[in-house]
């Protein structure tokens, strides 16, 4: 289920970009894999949108069958 959430939430940003409410003007999505030099480990970032070298949105999806709060 994980890997489908990941997707919805991809789709979702994309709908607040194209409705002009992201704080992120990014031209495309992504995920990022690489070495994580202080925990010596794989480190995996689920979604990555950048709008200019200096600024960009990342984001971490996490699936539960529990009901949550949005947390903002």
């Known amino acids: 289920m994980g890997k ?7 789709q979702y ?3 607040l ?3 002009g409410k992201s704080s992120i ?3 495309e999505l992504g995920r990022w894999w690489g070495s994580n ?10 979604i990555i ?3 200019d ?4 949105l990342f984001g971490e999806c996490k699936w539960t069958n529990e009901k ?5």
């Open 4 to 10: 489908i959430f990941e997707e919805i939430c991809r």
């Open 13 to 15: 940003l994309w709908k």
């Open 17 to 19: 970009l194209l409705s």
């Open 25 to 27: 003007e990014f031209t």
């Open 37 to 46: 030099p202080i925990e010596r480990k794989q480190t995996e970032i689920d």
């Open 49 to 51: 949108g950048e709008q």
């Open 53 to 56: 070298k200096d600024t960009a």
């Open 68 to 72: 949550v709060d949005r947390g903002f």
